[in-house]
């Protein structure tokens, strides 16, 4: 994958009395050309099925006969991929400017507005995508209809059977595969003040800003434009061979169709396209602190930090976010019930004719039957259609953090750093009929960490407080250096509940019981025959008070520096991580059918490291 990043960027500075003006412009051009050739030269596997028996469904011997096969040449499976290359491109440009006004000694203001446009992502050849018809009908839509008004279902009328849409390909007149509007301006505003009478120990700062992330080279997609020919070794359950080493595809390699079947192209299969109108996700981030010196060298800073972020990408539960599942059953068509729809369940599952039957030869969907709820999505002919780069996703992270640090003086420093924070998201659908994405704690959040070091030079040698007379001594004595580092944090949220069914009460989560369960599994269904299924889900998917095992983490080490001669010195080092060897457990399993449920199987961290190393300076 060749990438070629492209970039220039100028700026002139100009002081005028109180001011410093900045004027500058950022111009980028990205390039990333991709080839995975997939099995270029052909694959195949061999097994028993040509040389066990005497009878084709004998058992196999333990070993030998799928040998026996590849020196027959009686390959049993395989394929051969024509795979399409991609060149893509993307531009970028930005204007801005910004002045830092010394209002007062005390006082500078920091103001400044940048412009940017990103230009759309567009591959060289149109060997993509860029987007889908919603609208139009399919070409095969008349023939389905047709069939499907021989034996209509009682859930969807034959006038309300619609067979619309299929993918939209970049070509000569629209090669960009994504329209954007970005045209936007991002103001930036900050402060610093020392307030009068602090006797200069004191500062004030703050801020606020908007903050655009470029999309970069992104929505290339391209079905049609690859195709795997696969091997059929028999057409007769294994009587005669059907292909051979010798000619393993017989009926020709299949050429990739590009984009010249239009909306049939991919039909029965699932398709991902990029959203045609997507927008750059920004931040609005602010922050206001105060910094103040203290006595014997120390340093307090606390500070409030904020940030809102919009058009984050956002997907469907389980796919996750960035990938938005279109192609669903109607929440009509599913129950609403709190426990198991058996009914509902079996309507959906039952099978009936298929308006599709030789209309989407070599699919899933072009036997004489299908199941019902496949026919109800609002494009039956495909599979799963997934929309990338979906803008409806946002965050806000909001924090208080506090620093206090001793200063290096007397061989000893110490450092000391408090976040209280929270990181709440909505960037993924639990259902993906859903209006917006649902609301939860985040992956990433950690509501409370705490991380000191120190070092310390203990005062031993030449020129400290405890001197030895002898020269040899002091260098034997001295020059020992202690580390340590703590860390503490509360654990991430149990990763992504399923669609259970909770019978209510306290779970009584324990992240750090391994013996038995971390909570009280009993609060759930866990029959695998009274799961819910094709229903509407209301069970989310996070919880902020459920959370696995935190760090509670010790790293230290012992330095021992000699010096031999002027410019020759002898560095021993003794290092512990995680010296206590304190165990951080991963998170208890939540899959309610598994026998592990609610149990913790594994651990995160590294059991305690102990390394000791020895080295020339010079």
């Given at each position: 994958t060749p990438f070629d990043s492209f970039q220039?960027?100028?700026?002139?500075?100009?002081?005028?009395?109180?001011?410093?003006?900045?004027?500058?412009?950022?111009?980028?051009?990205?390039?990333?050309?991709?080839?995975?050739?997939?099995?270029?030269?052909?694959?195949?596997?061999?097994?028993?099925?040509?040389?066990?028996?005497?009878?084709?469904?004998?058992?196999?011997?333990?070993?030998?006969?799928?040998?026996?096969?590849?020196?027959?040449?009686?390959?049993?499976?395989?394929?051969?991929?024509?795979?399409?290359?991609?060149?893509?491109?993307?531009?970028?440009?930005?204007?801005?400017?910004?002045?830092?006004?010394?209002?007062?000694?005390?006082?500078?203001?920091?103001?400044?507005?940048?412009?940017?446009?990103?230009?759309?992502?567009?591959?060289r050849f149109n060997r993509t995508l860029n987007g889908f018809d919603f609208a139009t009908a399919s070409p095969i839509a008349a023939a389905a209809q047709k069939a499907y008004s021989a034996s209509p279902n009682a859930l969807i009328p034959a006038s309300q059977f619609k067979v619309l849409g299929g993918p939209l390909f970049a070509g000569s007149g629209n090669s960009s595969i994504y329209s954007t509007k970005s045209k936007i301006f991002s103001p930036r505003f900050g402060f610093a003040w020392t307030p009068g009478g602090t006797n200069g120990k004191t500062v004030l700062r703050g801020g606020t800003g908007l903050f655009v992330f470029p999309l970069g080279t992104v929505g290339v997609n391209q079905p049609g434009f690859s195709q795997s020919t696969s091997l059929v070794p028999t057409q007769d359950s294994y009587l005669t061979p059907y292909a051979t080493l010798a000619?393993?595809?017989?009926?020709?390699?299949?050429?990739?169709?590009?984009?010249?079947?239009?909306?049939?192209?991919?039909?029965?299969?699932?398709?991902?396209?990029?959203?045609?109108?997507?927008?750059?996700?920004?931040?609005?981030?602010?922050?206001?602190?105060?910094?103040?010196?203290?006595?014997?060298?120390?340093?307090?800073?606390?500070?409030?930090?904020?940030?809102?972020?919009?058009?984050?990408?956002?997907?469907?539960?389980?796919?996750?976010?960035?990938?938005?599942?279109?192609?669903?059953?109607?929440?009509?068509?599913?129950?609403?019930?709190?426990?198991?729809?058996?009914?509902?369940?079996?309507?959906?599952?039952?099978?009936?004719?298929?308006?599709?039957?030789?209309?989407?030869?070599?699919?899933?969907?072009?036997?004489?039957?299908?199941?019902?709820?496949?026919?109800?999505?609002?494009?039956?002919?495909?599979?799963?259609?997934?929309?990338?780069?979906?803008?409806a996703g946002s965050s806000y992270f909001h924090s208080l953090n506090v620093r206090v640090e001793k200063r290096y003086s007397h061989g000893f420093n110490v450092l000391a750093n408090y976040t209280w924070s929270k990181l709440i998201e909505r960037t993924r659908f639990l259902n993906d009929f859903d209006a917006r994405p649902e609301k939860r704690v985040a992956n990433d959040d950690r509501p409370q960490r705490l991380v000191t070091s120190l070092s310390y030079e203990l005062p031993i040698g030449e020129g400290k407080t405890l001197s030895f007379g002898s020269r040899w001594m002091n260098r034997?004595?001295?020059?020992?250096?202690?580390?340590?580092?703590?860390?503490?944090?509360?654990?991430?949220?149990?990763?992504?509940?399923?669609?259970?069914?909770?019978?209510?009460?306290?779970?009584?989560?324990?992240?750090?019981?391994?013996?038995?369960?971390?909570?009280?599994?009993?609060?759930?269904?866990?029959?695998?025959?009274?799961?819910?299924?094709?229903?509407?889900?209301?069970?989310?998917?996070?919880?902020?008070?459920?959370?696995?095992?935190?760090?509670?983490n010790v790293d230290f080490s012992m330095i021992k520096n000699t010096k031999l001669v002027e410019r020759l010195n002898f560095q021993l080092r003794f290092e512990a991580f995680n010296a206590f060897n304190h165990a951080e457990f991963s998170a208890p399993s939540l899959s309610v059918t598994s026998s592990a449920f609610g149990k913790i199987t594994g651990q995160n961290n590294l059991s305690r490291t102990v390394q000791m190393g020895a080295r020339l300076v010079f």
């Open positions: 220039l960027f100028g700026d002139v500075v100009k002081t005028a009395g109180r001011h410093s003006l900045k004027i500058g412009a950022d111009i980028r051009e990205l390039r990333e050309s991709n080839i995975g050739y997939g099995n270029s030269q052909g694959s195949f596997s061999f097994s028993q099925n040509w040389t066990r028996g005497p009878l084709d469904n004998s058992t196999t011997a333990p070993m030998g006969q799928d040998f026996a096969s590849f020196m027959l040449g009686l390959p049993t499976g395989g394929s051969y991929d024509l795979n399409a290359f991609r060149t893509n491109q993307s531009k970028y440009m930005a204007l801005f400017i910004q002045d830092d006004f010394r209002l007062r000694s005390n006082l500078t203001l920091n103001m400044g507005l940048r412009f940017e446009h990103e230009f759309p992502t567009s591959e000619n393993p595809f017989p009926d020709g390699i299949q050429k990739p169709t590009g984009s010249s079947l239009g909306l049939s192209t991919f039909l029965g299969k699932d398709v991902t396209f990029f959203n045609p109108n997507v927008k750059n996700p920004y931040s609005i981030r602010w922050e206001m602190g105060m910094q103040r010196t203290l006595p014997f060298g120390t340093v307090l800073e606390v500070a409030y930090v904020g940030n809102h972020a919009v058009h984050l990408q956002a997907g469907s539960t389980p796919g996750g976010s960035g990938s938005r599942q279109l192609n669903y059953v109607p929440a009509q068509y599913l129950s609403t019930s709190l426990t198991r729809d058996q009914a509902a369940i079996d309507r959906l599952s039952a099978v009936v004719a298929n308006p599709f039957a030789n209309l989407i030869p070599g699919t899933g969907l072009n036997g004489s039957t299908v199941g019902l709820s496949s026919l109800l999505k609002p494009y039956p002919q495909f599979g799963n259609i997934y929309v990338t780069g979906d803008n034997v004595a001295g020059g020992w250096v202690v580390n340590g580092i703590y860390t503490w944090q509360l654990g991430s949220p149990l990763g992504a509940w399923g669609n259970v069914i909770y019978l209510g009460g306290p779970l009584n989560m324990d992240p750090r019981k391994v013996n038995g369960t971390a909570f009280d599994t009993t609060r759930f269904v866990t029959s695998s025959a009274q799961q819910l299924g094709n229903n509407v889900r209301t069970f989310p998917t996070q919880f902020g008070n459920l959370r696995a095992d935190g760090a509670n």
